[in-house]
């Protein structure tokens, strides 16, 4: 294990997952939207927010210069690249490849600060505990859309020997030495399947983990890992075998396509009835969102990495529900929602995974769309046309279903807050109106 830099001690309370501070213009920045136009065209898809984010924090895992291309340049890559800076690495984040030299750690602090604008910086607390055997990393909050526990992070950590207090807001763990264990999450989690296989990469032993999530994210952080020496087996099913190794070579990898970001386009075709094609992507890893899309009836042409679809006149009505991996992702449940919102029929769209990510409803809502919520289950009687308002981005994934749904809505639709749509997509107004949209970027 390496030697352990220092921690501090200091006291936070804890408020949900808040905005970078005001202090940054771009938060300030708002999106026009004139709806009608067809989209078309070409569009190169960024790399992975999902997949970048754990494969930056395990470069903690072990000393020297990691190269990491097409990182998507994101407020939250940003924010991680922030949150290793402060522990002590040298970071470049360009255009073409994203170096970390993690040679000189100096802290192991995950401060408040940064975690609360990032759940995902979390991500840091396994690697640090296998390096050094000390932590102390924030609780990130609950989120816009409810409580967001991270009790399964901490309880297989817990199975590996780390013996973690919660203090003032903090989770510490003090010369731990991780051993391997077996662990059966009782949820299927991205979040805590990451964490722990970076943890168990370098504990003494053999870790088993069980009912471990299958996202593609998940999938290439294993051969992400397992390329620098590890050795994990079992990816791609639900159990992960991992048996811990010394040392571990530095990464050198490139992020795989963001499958979310292609899902998003192929959704705004759809809502626009237009006809793009998406460059760059995996259809593979896409198969529950286009066959939803299929039936509302999209044409979908895909190839080993590029995908063509064209829109309907109209949508037909669709029923949703989200589950993990290989289901229909969460995180394209608003974007769907929008599309149902204007389908000829009615949709009924339920979350299993977070099951009050429903901030865009009401937002749809002052666009004309009918959707009446029930506990986790939106039903939404599709109408004929939207029409422009200002509406508030609430998080990514329901900035982007105000996106949609401004697309098509008649007259003009001012999206304030954008920061969220800032911190999950490149550039996607720019990308958009490569395609033919209708969109300004203004400061309010
Ligand atoms: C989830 C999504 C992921 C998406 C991300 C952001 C799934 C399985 N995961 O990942 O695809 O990109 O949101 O929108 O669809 N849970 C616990 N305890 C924990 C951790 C999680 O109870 O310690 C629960 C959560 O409350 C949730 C479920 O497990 O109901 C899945 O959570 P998890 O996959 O960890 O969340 P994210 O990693 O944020």
Redesign the pocket.
């Known amino acids: 294990m390496d030697a352990a830099p220092g921690t501090r001690h200091h006291t936070r309370t804890r408020p949900p997952e808040t905005p970078p501070e005001a202090t940054d213009p771009a938060i300030m920045d708002a999106l026009v939207i004139r709806g009608g136009k067809p989209l078309q065209g070409r569009v190169l898809i960024s790399g992975a927010k ?1 997949a970048a984010l754990p494969v930056m924090a395990a470069t903690l895992l072990t000393p020297g210069v990691h190269t990491l291309r097409n990182v998507p340049l994101l407020r939250d890559t940003r924010t991680m690249a922030d949150v290793l800076e402060k522990l002590g690495a040298r970071i470049e984040l360009g255009a073409r490849a994203c170096r970390i030299d993690t040679t000189n750690i100096t802290s192991v602090e995950a401060p408040y600060d940064l975690v609360r604008t990032m759940r995902a910086s979390i991500y840091v607390l396994g690697p640090l505990l296998a390096r050094y055997g000390n932590a102390r990393v924030s609780l990130p909050g609950g989120c816009a859309w409810g409580p ?6 901490l309880e297989g950590l817990k199975a590996m020997g780390a013996a973690l207090e919660i203090d003032h807001g903090y989770i510490v763990g003090r010369e731990v030495r991780l051993k391997g264990a077996s662990f059966n999450f009782d ?6 399947t990451a964490q722990l296989m970076m943890a168990a990469v370098r504990a003494t032993g053999r870790t088993v983990l069980d009912n471990v ?1 299958l ?1 593609p994210d998940i999938t290439v952080l294993g051969d992400v890992l397992n390329r620098c020496g590890a050795r994990i087996s079992g990816l791609g099913t639900r159990r992960l075998v991992i048996e811990g190794v010394r040392e571990l070579e530095p990464i050198d990898t490139t992020i795989i396509p963001d499958r979310i970001e292609a899902q998003t386009f192929l959704a705004a075709a759809a809502i626009t009835g237009g006809s793009i094609t998406l460059e760059s992507c995996d259809p593979g890893d896409m198969a529950a969102a286009i066959q939803k899309l299929e039936e509302t009836g999209c044409e979908i042409l895909a190839d080993a990495n590029e995908v063509t679809i064209t829109g309907p006149r109209r949508p037909h009505a669709v029923d949703v529900t989200t589950a ?1 991996f290989p289901g229909f ?3 394209m449940q608003a974007q769907m929602m929008a599309l149902c919102s204007v389908a000829d029929g009615t949709s009924v769209i339920t979350d299993t ?2 099951l009050d990510r429903f901030t865009h409803v009401p937002e749809l809502g002052r666009l004309g769309a009918r959707i009446e919520l029930k506990g986790n289950t939106a039903v939404v009687r599709g109408v004929e046309r939207l029409s422009g308002a200002p509406v508030m981005a609430t998080d990514i994934r329901a900035s982007a279903a105000l996106v949609l749904a401004a697309l098509i809505a008649e007259g003009e639709t001012r999206i304030s807050r954008i920061y969220h749509l800032d911190r999950g997509y490149e550039a996607l107004d720019q990308k958009l109106i490569k395609l033919g949209a209708s969109i300004e970027r203004i400061r309010e």
């Open positions: 999902n967001r526990p991270v009790n399964l992070h949820v299927v989690s991205v979040g805590a999530a996202e993990p992702p969460t995180d995974i977070y």
